[in-house]
């Protein structure tokens, strides 16, 4: 095969549109909401590009702060609840059958058919106080209610619907369900290469299951967690559409704030250096992901 050095006009001449598109259509443009965070509104439609740091600044009032703070530990703990909940999905997945695998694989990424506006209107159906969910455990409660003095036991009143939407709940429930995927499928790509051989050997040298998964898989899927981590956390911390709709008051993140700098507030500066210091945070965790994975292969 050919190396590319040797044919540079054709390489040339193929990358001429994708870089074209790269170019115009999200560096050029990105370089401008750049230039943004260093500007002042000087009126309501022109912004004059001062150099000034005062956006960056102004970031760092508490009352911002303590939004930012508050959407790291709501995607961290979204991505906490995919890790815990996503390994072992992946992990049925690498041991099912060749006949299975790909039935499951599907119904991986079959959320990402059905548009992401769709679904949260559906979980709505499902969290809201008359809802699918809070129907459900007020059937379980009658039952259950039912059952109790044939037990001897007092019956329970009459059940209260729950509040399980427009708060913290919800959006982390939401986010869950919707960065899933993202968790699952790193993983199955990481676990699928493991040499089997390795689990049978822990086990038949007395190492119980727990063991083995704590000291053998989980190590050797160590590139897979942790590109699962950062697919996950980054979309989250990002997130806007779902806190948005399934939130209340206090339940808003930093991309709903930036949102509201860019058409409520029309204070445009101010949301574009808040949007880079989401974009910043994401080049030091990608930073990161590069820095154990060159330790990773060296390591080899």
């Known amino acids: 095969m050919e ?12 990358a001429v549109a994708p870089v074209a598109w790269l170019a115009f ?26 150099g000034t740091f005062a956006n960056y600044a102004r970031a760092l009032d508490p009352l911002y702060l303590g939004i930012l703070w508050k959407s790291v530990l709501v995607a961290g703990a979204t991505t906490v609840i995919c890790l815990v909940v996503g390994f072992p ?10 006949k299975w695998k790909p039935w499951l694989l599907v119904g991986i990424m079959l959320p990402f058919w059905t548009n992401l506006l769709i679904r949260t209107y559906a979980l709505i159906a499902v969290l809201r106080r008359e809802g699918y969910a809070n129907q459900s455990i007020g059937w379980m409660h009658d039952q259950f209610g039912a059952i109790m003095p044939l037990l001897g036991l007092p019956q329970p009143g009459a059940y209260e619907p729950m509040e399980l939407l427009y708060n913290n709940f919800a959006v982390i429930f939401g986010l869950v369900y919707v960065h899933l995927p993202f968790m699952v499928l790193p993983l199955y790509a990481a676990l699928d290469k493991l040499d089997k051989s390795l689990i049978e050997a822990s086990l038949d040298l007395g190492a119980g299951h727990v063991r083995t998964l704590l000291s053998i898989v989980a190590p050797l899927a160590a590139p897979g967690i942790i590109s699962g981590i950062i697919i996950t956390f980054v979309p989250a911390l990002g997130a806007y559409l779902t806190p948005d709709l399934l939130g209340g008051p206090d339940s808003q993140m930093i991309a709903n704030v930036i949102e509201r700098q860019f058409k409520r507030a029309n204070d445009w500066p101010f ?6 210091i989401l974009m910043y ?4 965790a990608i930073a990161f992901q590069a ?10």
């Open 281 to 284: 945070a994401t080049f030091i």
């Open 25 to 50: 259509f999200f560096i050029i443009p990105l370089g401008i909401v750049w230039l943004y965070s260093f500007g002042t509104n000087t009126s309501l439609t022109e912004i004059e590009i001062s």
């Open 271 to 276: 949301g574009a250096a808040l949007s880079f």
């Open 291 to 300: 820095m154990k994975s060159k330790k990773a292969e060296a390591r080899q």
């Open 3 to 14: 190396h590319w050095k040797d044919t540079k006009g054709l390489f040339a001449t193929v």
């Open 89 to 98: 999905v992946a992990l049925a997945i690498v041991f099912a059958s060749d």
